[in-house]
């Protein structure tokens, strides 16, 4: 079991937004999940954030007694748990449970109570799976969405059979969250605002001394490899990264935009063929996550190129082989999206509604920036 970092608690908006190259790609409106605006603006305050290891495990021990003095009269042992993960095979998300699964049971689940499954990203058999876990009677469902469209019609089946229910990365929309509250649900989101690790991705562009424009000709050329269009964490990473370096004033030109899925071989295809294209017109490859700067990486050095000189490269996670890169230079930099944080209070969450303490709607986090600065104290942290 792993540390926990800070918690932030964030409120609710809607937003329409643009993504791909600008004009000359298609435009999404899309209803915007529960998040704050201030985790985006303010995520420079986050910076000074890095995990101090000592701190972290106080941090960590000390919500596991307060979550284990919570539980009172509850026995956990004898609670059973209902995990349901988009896909297995996704690198952030294998961490996430992971670390759920050994926090639950640091809490007193016993191992054979907490169930796992895979949705294999298919919202049809991860619905089944749900519908399994309310026939077996269990006391709480963590549910990681496969479409996060699909949240009314999840809600819905586990609350009408009065299973307290805490959804985990993959944020419902705004109307969905406001029902729960409306509605007095047993129903909490866990998460990050995405709109803060964009912003950061940005920001670590426009620390560097020549601010991403390498060739010098005034202006910020680069490529967006998305993640799952659906996944709202893709859609703001694409807008934010590139809103903070238009915010700050500089010129930015966008030369190919695409879809990536969240996948290392799926990126690293498309950014072979980018590359191809575009040479070295490329400056910066921002990636939604860290898995597809692997695969952006595997092209660059392809393509003869090196990250530093030739290109920036960022993503977003802080997997452990990302930020083995970002310190010895070949991704430019990374965003820490707190996996134990974030299991640790999906949890806590649990046990709360178990305990009849209950919880707020929206339980939010906060991303940190890693760069070669702190990339040591993430590493360790990160154990
Ligand atoms: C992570 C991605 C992951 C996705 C799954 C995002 O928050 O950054 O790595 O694939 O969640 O929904």
């Known amino acids: 079991m792993k540390k926990a970092l800070s918690l932030l608690t964030v409120s609710a908006m809607a937003v329409s937004m643009l993504t791909g190259c600008g004009s000359s790609n298609t435009t999404a409106t899309t209803a915007a999940p529960a998040a704050t605006e201030a985790a985006a603006t303010e995520a420079a305050a986050t910076e000074a954030a890095a995990p101090a290891e000592t701190t972290a495990a106080t941090e960590a021990a000390a919500a596991a007694t307060e979550a284990a003095a919570a539980t009172g009269d509850v026995d956990l042992s004898d609670k059973k748990v209902g995990v349901c993960i988009y896909q ?6 294998t961490l996430f449970r992971n670390e759920l699964q050994s926090y639950l049971e640091s809490l007193g ?16 058999t991860q619905t089944n799976q749900i519908q399994n876990f ?6 709480v469902l963590i549910i990681n969405p496969v479409n996060s469209s699909s949240a009314a019609t999840i809600t819905d089946m586990v609350t009408e059979a009065n299973i307290p229910l805490v959804y985990i990365n993959r944020e419902p929309d705004a109307q969905e969250e406001e029902r729960w509250k409306a509605d007095n649900m047993n129903v909490t989101y866990v998460g990050c605002d995405a709109r803060q690790s964009g912003t950061m991705q940005g920001e670590i562009v426009l620390d560097l001394e020549n601010k991403g424009d390498i060739n010098g000709d005034g202006k910020v050329s680069y490529i967006m490899i998305e993640g799952d269009p659906e996944n709202v964490d893709a859609q703001y990473r694409t807008e934010f990264s590139v809103k903070a370096l238009t915010d700050a004033g500089v010129e930015v030109e966008c030369l190919d935009d695409q879809v990536g899925n969240w996948d290392q071989a799926q990126a690293q295809s498309l950014v072979a063929n980018s590359l191809a294209q ?3 017109d490329i400056e910066v490859v921002f990636c939604n996550n860290d898995a597809m700067a692997l695969g952006a990486l595997q092209a660059i050095e392809a393509a003869g190129e090196t990250v530093g000189t030739d290109v920036y490269l960022l993503g977003v996670d802080a997997l452990q082989e990302a930020c083995d890169n970002v310190k010895s230079g070949k991704q430019t930099g990374t965003v820490f999206n707190d ?6 209070s999906a949890a806590d969450a649990a046990v709360k509604y178990l305990t009849g303490e209950g919880n707020d709607h929206y339980i939010g986090c906060d991303y940190v920036k890693v760069t070669t600065a702190n990339v040591d104290d993430i590493l360790a942290s990160l154990g």
Do not use: L, R, Y
């Open 88 to 93: 297995f095979s996704d690198n952030f998300m």
């Open 109 to 124: 689940f016993k191992a054979e109570n907490i169930s796992i499954v895979d949705g294999a990203n298919d919202q049809a």
């Open 134 to 139: 309310i026939t077996s009677g269990v006391d």
């Open 278 to 280: 575009h040479g070295k």
């Open 339 to 344: 996996h134990i944080s974030q299991s640790h």
